[in-house]
T-cell receptor, first 114, second 115 residues
Framework: GDSVTQMEGPVTLSEEAFLTINCTYT??????LFWYVQYPGEGLQLLLK?????DKGSNKGFEATYRKETTSFHLEKGSVQVSDSAVYFC?????????????FGRGTSLIVHP | EPEVTQTPSHQVTQMGQEVILRCVPI?????FYWYRQILGQKVEFLVS????????KSEIFDDQFSVERPDGSNFTLKIRSTKLEDSAMYFC?????????????FGDGTRLSIL
């Protein structure tokens, strides 16, 4: 079945550091890929998405490129802020047997220190 | 921006008791979902609901669980006889249509603690 693997956290960075959170996937068909963010005490919010190979999703300084050849969708940000501290979930949605229910990774906690 | 709202934010219940978690999806959305997240684990799909019936459910969603849309706005998840392992965050989500490209909009969750 479909699956998403994320790097284990927590990831601890100083403010203005470069961020990479790795995400790889396995899926049948051609999935759409998503990053969701969960701030403390809140639900999941869509951060960015990419729906086909080589697409780049971007939002709030975060970027991720859909790499079909490596089945990856790594999240990057050039300069993190304390306010970026949250849990980040990689997810995919594929038309697998008619189901579009997304498959989530385990989440990666990001802690940014001033 | 319209939001999915969930109540209560935290529910504490004795094992064996029934619990109802409530959600108000975004008003023009047609597809509704429940997920759960056990502490430290991944977000797991429970059930999806469309046109007043369950469209898909996971293995987790056994006979102890039920969903209902009792009126035009609320969407509820009922657990009939709670077990310790039902302790988790429960998220409601909605979307205006269903497709691989369509993200879902999530509520802030209800933390369910079973004693």
């Amino acid at each position: 079945g479909d699956s998403v693997t994320q790097m284990e956290g927590p990831v601890t960075l100083s403010e203005e550091a470069f961020l990479t959170i790795n995400c790889t996937y396995t899926a049948t068909g051609y999935p759409s890929l998503f990053w969701y963010v969960q701030y403390p005490g809140e639900g999941l919010q869509l951060l960015l998405k990419a729906t086909k190979a080589d697409d780049k999703g971007s939002n709030k300084g975060f970027e991720a490129t859909y790499r079909k050849e490596t089945t990856s969708f790594h999240l990057e940000k050039g300069s993190v802020q304390v306010s970026d501290s949250a849990v980040y979930f990689c997810a995919l949605s594929a038309a697998s047997g008619g189901s579009y229910i997304p498959t989530f990774g385990r989440g990666t906690s990001l802690i940014v220190h001033p | 921006e319209p939001e999915v709202t969930q109540t209560p934010s935290h529910q504490v219940t004795q094992m064996g008791q029934e619990v109802i978690l409530r959600c108000v999806p975004i008003s023009n959305h047609l597809y509704f979902y429940w997920y759960r997240q056990i502490l430290g684990q991944k977000v797991e799909f429970l059930v999806s609901f469309y046109n007043n019936e369950i469209s898909e459910k996971s293995e987790i969603f056994d006979d102890q669980f039920s969903v209902e849309r009792p009126d035009g706005s609320n969407f509820t998840l009922k657990i009939r006889s709670t077990k310790l392992e039902d302790s988790a965050m429960y998220f409601c989500a909605s979307s205006d249509w269903q497709g691989a490209r369509q993200p879902q909009h999530f509520g802030d969750g209800t933390r369910l603690s079973i004693l």
